[in-house]
């Protein structure tokens, strides 16, 4: 009875193949630069396939030993149609084999997508699909673009050059936009014939990929433009734009989960404004089916700006949450502190709304000036213009609609008002202590904010 127990053991063991275990981790070298979790990572040609942990980690056992091919999936890298490629991997025989996964560098994706980009140290690369708002469909073909001014100082001296950049997405509706300005917010808008999105706000702030999807709806023709306009984020864009079909419902809380009553809500560029309920809620009807851009202001609050997804002769519903201002929150004060502590420029600094010189940067630069020191700071370039007749040079940035605009100044936390050629009189490197700037107008502290069409500059002094 034994033996043929022992022979009936051996009879079924003996046909199965030397196994082994693989463990490893995907990184994310892309979006987060971060363990990647709940990716699927698979043996290429079996059932085999794990998911990773919050650490980014997997283990399949049972693989067969030897040469396998190993791949991975995650929903960000399908939403933009990258695929993460195959890895050839040698699986050891009744032990673990340890692998590294991950997806490419944004360094990588971008000399692949964009080989023939000039600037690759101030441009950037915009990935996303167009879809059809109503059927979820792809759209083939679609002519994603955007355009901005740019100052270029030739022999003749500084003249306004206009740039653009414009793709077109792929039968999967991915698209690749290459040459996207990394310093400044632009405009970003989708078309395909005359039917359009609204616009997009894309402002890489120096990241050099980027993730936007973009919505049109084929159907609805009040989102519907001339291909002109469609390309051009203008001011005087509720001019043309119809009343649509769309409408958002919506609830406005804090991070803390109240609501926020009294919020303003409105459709970027004109056309609709709402203002939110006491329990925070708000309904805006007669809005354009695709993707449109919706503005959120509270008082004591940081300004939210949202893209949304709007469906044809339909609602939409959301719940957004809006940061209070950094200089709204109880604060203690320290006798003998930090004076940029006091006056809360590393808290703004810490929320990264804008950019920021500190002390040890500004040091480091060359030049003896206050215009030598704004000539470095991000976001500005130094033009001549011409003010109550007299030609001066000026520190301007883009603006959200692409033009150069003369920022406002701000010293010491109060309006300068002896104008900006009085700076480089005035003024000197060593005197500076820090620099903020706000490219953004929908960023700006409400204590930086003249409501005007241009951004801020705020220089602090050693005092």
């Not at 079924?12 to 193949?17: E, G």
């Not at 929150?329 to 502190?337: A, K, N, Q």
């Not at 804008?354 to 480091?364: D, H, K, V």
């Not at 003010?387 to 000026?394: K, N």
Request: charged share 20%; proline share 5%; glycine share 10%.
């Amino acid at each position: 009875m034994r033996l043929r127990f022992a022979f009936f053991f051996f009879v079924l063991a003996a046909p199965l193949q030397a196994q082994g275990r693989i463990t490893g981790t995907v990184f994310d070298s892309l979006i987060t630069n971060a363990p990647l979790a709940q990716a699927t990572v698979m043996v290429v040609g079996t059932g085999l396939s794990r998911v990773t942990d919050a650490r980014g980690r997997f283990q399949i056992d049972s693989v067969p030993a030897g040469r396998v091919q190993l791949t991975f999936f995650h929903p960000a890298l399908d939403s933009v149609g990258m695929g993460a490629g195959t890895w050839d991997f040698d699986v050891a025989t009744a032990g673990e084999s340890e692998v590294k996964l991950g997806t490419p560098s944004a360094k990588t994706l971008r000399g692949t997508l964009c080989p023939g980009l000039a600037d690759s140290t101030n441009t950037g690369l915009l990935l996303g699909r167009v879809r059809d708002v109503d059927r979820g469909e792809p759209i083939t073909g679609a002519h994603i673009s955007t355009k901005w001014l740019e100052v270029v100082f030739g022999p003749r001296g500084p003249s306004a050059e206009k740039f653009e950049a414009s793709a077109a997405s792929l039968s999967s509706g991915a698209f690749a936009l290459c040459a996207v300005p990394l310093d400044v917010p632009v405009f970003v808008r989708a078309s395909i014939g005359d039917q359009v999105s609204g616009p997009v706000e894309i402002f890489a702030n120096s990241r050099p990929v980027l993730f936007q999807d973009l919505a049109i709806s084929l159907s609805d023709s009040t989102a519907r433009l001339s291909v002109d306009s469609a390309l051009n984020a203008a001011p005087t864009e509720a001019q043309v734009r119809p009343p649509g079909t769309a409408t958002l419902n919506g609830s406005v809380r804090d991070l803390n989960g109240r609501p926020v009553g009294g919020a303003r809500v409105a459709l970027h560029g004109g056309g609709g404004t709402v203002v939110a309920n006491r329990d925070g809620t708000f309904r805006l009807a007669d809005l354009p089916a695709g993707t449109q851009t919706l503005d959120v202001r509270a008082i004591g609050f940081t300004p939210g700006r949202h893209a949304v997804h709007l469906a044809s002769n339909s609602s939409t519903d959301v719940t957004w949450a809006l940061d209070r201002r950094a200089a709204q929150l109880p604060t203690v004060r320290v006798l003998g502190g930090s004076r940029l502590d006091r006056n809360g420029f590393r808290a703004r600094a810490r929320a990264g709304h804008g950019s920021f010189l500190n002390e040890a940067q500004i040091a480091a630069m060359g030049g003896a000036t206050g215009m030598d020191v704004l000539r470095r700071a991000p976001g500005l370039t130094l033009e001549y213009r011409t003010i109550s007749r007299r030609t001066i040079r000026v520190p301007t940035m883009r603006s959200s609609d692409g033009r150069r605009c003369v920022p406002n100044l701000f010293v010491d936390g109060g309006i300068w008002i002896d104008g900006w050629d009085q700076v480089g009189n005035f003024l000197m490197k060593a005197d500076i202590q820090a620099i903020e700037v706000y490219a953004s107008t929908f960023t700006i502290p409400a204590q930086f904010d003249r409501h005007t069409s241009c951004g801020s500059v705020v220089i602090w002094t050693r005092q």
